[in-house]
Nanobody, 119 residues
Framework: QVQLQESGPGLVKPSQTLSLTCTVSGGSITTPYYHWSWIRQPPGKGLEWMGAIGYRGSTYYNASLKSRTSISRDSSMNQFTLQLSSVTPGDTAVYYC???????????WGQGTQVTVSS
């Protein structure tokens, strides 16, 4: 059973960089051919896919967030990380990490972590 767990600060100040880590257990992030995604849901809105990192380390980003988003991984720790720069209150959301076996398909999710951007 694959399990994912998000961790990171719940409050970030405007203009700072949001950084979250997803720790994966029950499966390796280097297993072909899975990708590992970050997805968020702002209050009252739908899910937004932010980007993903593949089993070989290739990265893919939502075009609307690409200039501010960076996804990396630590294979030895079986973790992958999201960094979102220059945050605004509009980036307030529940952030999820998920395993992505196919395009727009996410089969295992973390429980989600609330991040609020506020001074």
């Amino acid at each position: 059973q694959v399990q994912l767990q998000e961790s990171g600060p719940g409050l970030v100040k405007p203009s700072q960089t949001l950084s979250l880590t997803c720790t994966v257990s029950g499966g390796s992030i280097t297993t072909p051919y899975y990708h590992w995604s970050w997805i968020r849901q702002p209050p009252g809105k739908g899910l937004e896919w932010m980007g993903a990192i593949g089993y070989r380390g290739s990265t893919y980003y939502n075009a609307s967030l690409k200039s501010r988003t960076s996804i990396s991984r630590d294979s030895s720790m079986n973790q992958f990380t999201l960094q979102l720069s220059s945050v605004t209150p509009g980036d307030t959301a529940v952030y999820y990490c998920a395993r992505t076996p196919g395009l727009h398909v996410h089969d295992y999710w973390g429980q989600g972590t609330q991040v609020t951007v506020s001074s």
